[in-house]
C-alpha cells in the first residue's frame, strides 16, 4: 500500500521505507545483544543442570543396597573388560577394528564434504531441497553452534 499526494492509498502498490545505516546497525547490536542473553542464560542452566544432577546422583550413592549392587556390577564389567581385551588381540579381529575404523573416518570425511557441496549448493541455487537418484526428496539444513577460542 503507498499513500500518494492527498493520503489516499494507491492498492497493489507496497510501501518501502527506506532503512538507513543507523537502523542496521541498531538492529545487529539488538541481535548481538539477544544471543549474549542467551549465552548467559545456558551458562546458567548448565550450571542448575550440574548442581541438580549431583544431588540425584547423591540420592542413589548414598543408599548401601544401591552401592553394593553397584560393585558388583564394575567387578562384572571389568571380567567382561579384560575377555574383550584378550579377543581384541586377535590378529583377525584386531584387523577388522582397524577396518573399522578406517571406515568410520572415511564416511566422517565424506560427510564433511557432503556439507561444504551443500551449502555451495544452497548458495548457487537458492534451493532447500535436492532430490536423490532414487527419488527421495532430502531437505537442505544447516546448523550453527558456538565453541570456546583457546
Request: no cysteine; aromatic share 4%; proline share 2%.
Amino acid at each position: 500500500m503507498v499513500l500518494d499526494d492527498q493520503d489516499t492509498v494507491i492498492e497493489g502498490e507496497e510501501l518501502e521505507v527506506p532503512v538507513s545505516g543507523e537502523d542496521q546497525a541498531n538492529a545487529l547490536l539488538s541481535l548481538e545483544e539477544l544471543i549474549k542473553n542467551h549465552i548467559e542464560a545456558i551458562d546458567k542452566l548448565k550450571i542448575e543442570l550440574k548442581t541438580q544432577r549431583e544431588m540425584y546422583e547423591d540420592s542413589f550413592n548414598s543408599n548401601p543396597t544401591y552401592r553394593e549392587h553397584t560393585e558388583k556390577v564394575n567387578d562384572v564389567a571389568k571380567a567382561k573388560n579384560s575377555v574383550r581385551q584378550e579377543i581384541s588381540k586377535q590378529p583377525a579381529v584386531a584387523n577388522l577394528a582397524q577396518k573399522v575404523k578406517d571406515l568410520r573416518f572415511d564416511m566422517n570425511e565424506q560427510s564433511k564434504t557432503l556439507s561444504d557441496l551443500l551449502q555451495d549448493y544452497r548458495e548457487q541455487t537458492g534451493a532447500t531441497q535436492i532430490e536423490t537418484r532414487d527419488g527421495k526428496v532430502l531437505e537442505i539444513v544447516s546448523t550453527s553452534k558456538l565453541v570456546r577460542r583457546s
